[in-house]
């Protein structure tokens, strides 16, 4: 037994949403079909924006609504440092705790050839060539300590040897208000070997 | 279902859900198997990112009959994959034999020649910068473990010596050599002789640097081979060829 086609349609369609199984794209159906005309006008339209309006900045590559960004286009932010990461939710996290002070280059991805995905995939060609232009002096690299963020940390500074901005990578260790019982030995080796003077 | 305490090599990983990981691993004695990580309490987040690729981890598991994915209760690092991250050339190598183990092997299926084979490419992708004849010696030697080795010596259809000539028919489809008569039935791509000679040479374990030329019909040979007998696939191979 199938539900009327638009319905149908509709299930199927909220079923290629990460996480949603039948049973709960039947249900969001059934509740979208007893919504009021103005939440679904208001809802078709934010979906159709997000394709229409939304772009990538084309000097970080942040996603944006004008093109520079807000954050590029930002004269308070430091104009000598740029923040590295994988994906513009990773920046959110390093905003709200720097609110206002970088200025970021999105990767859009990490090196992982077991995926396919080799330099040429992701941003990093638009990297060097945005160091030398803007005379970039720092770049944290503040992508994810795995095998594949290392692997494209390694990278960049490969490509940028011989330039003279500084490379650094962010700290790992054990996290704050954490507990050594729980912490893996990789870890525990990482926070050793970047120990501090008290 | 007791829990089983085994080595491993992670294959694969990918992330499922907030905190949790589903993992494929080639284990010593289980064999590949697919297993899931909960990342929820600090404990467990503990032993989460030993789960990496290319990591030789220790682990218990339970694995249930029913199920086909095996729960992931604790992982300890042997040897971490740290190195293979330091150039491109290493990862994509790295990248490529265990891409080529995991898709030539099934779940469940046990090769303990093929995880100390995996094991040694890996310890030496942290500690060599390979050639491309190493690749080519290595990829033979995974081959080998898995039963898939080309015949080099005699023809793979007869099993009569081939003569010696100039020139020596290579079949994909058989995997090896073929004698003269034989080559009349079945599909083959000629090479020169001292090519399937070194690519003999290599399967008895003597290493030797081939020129650019030996490389270029190695490579040929070992690619018609491997999409021959693989309809899918390997991703990462089209990342270290334009490295090799
Ligand atoms: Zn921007
Ligand atoms: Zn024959």
Known sequence: MYYPEPIENLIINLMKLPGIGRKTATRLAFFLLNSDESYISELSRSLTDIKDKIRLCSVCYNLTEKDPCQICSDERRDRDTLCVVEEPSHMMVIEASYPNRYRYHILHGVINPLDGIGPDDIHINELK???????????????????????????ISEILKGSQVRITRIAFGIPIGGDIIYTDSQTIKSSIENRKDL | MPLQKDEAIVLTKKAYGESDRIVRLFTLSGGKITAIAKGGSKSQKRFMNTLEPFNHIRIEYFKKQTKTMA??????????????????????????????????????????????????????????????????????????????????????????????????????????????????????????????????????????????????????????????????????????????
């Open chain 2, 71 to 244: 729960r992931i209760e604790n992982a300890d690092i042997i040897e971490s994959n740290s190195g293979i991250e330091l150039n491109l050339k290493r990862i994509c190598t790295a990248s490529f034999f265990v891409e080529f183990a995991d898709k030539l092997t099934k779940e469940g299926e046990r090769n303990i020649e093929l995880f100390n084979g995996l094991k040694g490419i890996l310890d030496d992708v942290k500690n060599i910068e390979f050639t491309s004849s190493d690749i080519v010696f290595y990829l033979l030697r995974i081959l080998g473990c898995l039963g898939f080795m080309p015949n080099f010596n005699t023809c793979v259809q007869c099993g009569r010596d081939v003569p010696d000539e100039d020139k020596v028919f290579f079949s994909r489809e058989r995997g090896g050599i073929l004698c003269p008569v034989c080559s009349q039935a079945i599909p083959f791509k000629s090479y020169p002789r001292g090519i399937i000679r070194g690519l003999s040479s290599f399967v008895r374990g003597d290493r030797c640097n081939g020129d650019l030329d030996f490389l270029t019909y190695a490579q040929d040979i070992m690619e018609g081979f491997i999409s021959f007998h693989l309809d899918v696939e390997i991703k990462s191979y089209k990342l270290l060829k334009n490295l090799i």
């Open chain 1, 129 to 155: 060539l945005r160091i030398e232009k803007e005379n970039i002096k720092e770049i944290i690299v503040a992508t994810n300590p795995n095998i594949e963020g290392n692997t494209t940390a390694h990278y």
